[in-house]
């Protein structure tokens, strides 16, 4: 039951982390195995989820000090899909064109992420990818309020100006 529920958001930040999906299932396993083992020991319920990712981030960082390397990158695409009744069915298809800018842009997204030092890697994810509060972020990464702003900030500041040919208006 604590997988189902936790399990894709760990692989996830975890992969967002580490940068490859095969390491980042991986250290899921490890996570819910400490999980198991320790789960006793928690004494607020209440913080479970912090106390997950709290692991989670451990195992990151003890991953990084192992290998001391930086892994190769997986991506996956998605898609959605519209159905709106008694219309013609719009070709939703991206053109040649939106498909190469979305790689494109996909591509960039994981470079900047990789280029982000680990310290702020781990609070952009949280905060934009895991939509968590600024305190939540604090309580996972054991750090004041004040440091996790201003770390976001910065790695937010570094993103907007690699992925400025992205964000740009055209009119």
């Known amino acids: 039951m604590i997988h189902e529920e936790y399990g894709r958001r760990i692989v996830n930040f975890i992969y967002r982390m580490v940068d490859s999906r ?26 479970f989820e912090s106390w997950i990712y709290r692991i989670a981030r451990n195992e990151v960082y003890q991953a990084y000090r192992k290998k001391r390397g930086h892994p ?63 305190s939540e972020i604090a309580e996972i990464v054991d750090r004041s309020l004040l440091s996790v702003k201003t770390d976001i900030f910065r790695a937010r500041r570094l993103a907007r100006a690699a992925l400025g040919q992205y964000l740009e208006v055209k009119r």
């Open 22 to 47: 095969e390491d980042a299932e991986d250290l899921s396993q490890e996570v819910f195995l400490i999980v198991f083992h320790e789960l006793r020991r928690l004494k607020d319920e209440g913080r």
């Open 72 to 134: 190769s990158v997986d991506s996956t695409p998605r898609g959605d899909w519209d159905d709106e009744p008694r219309q013609e069915p719009v070709d939703s298809r991206p053109t040649p064109h939106d498909a190469i800018i979305s790689e494109e842009l996909g591509t960039s997204i994981r470079r900047v992420l990789r280029s982000l030092p680990p310290k702020l890697r781990e609070v952009f994810v949280l905060s934009v990818m895991h939509e968590k509060s600024y």
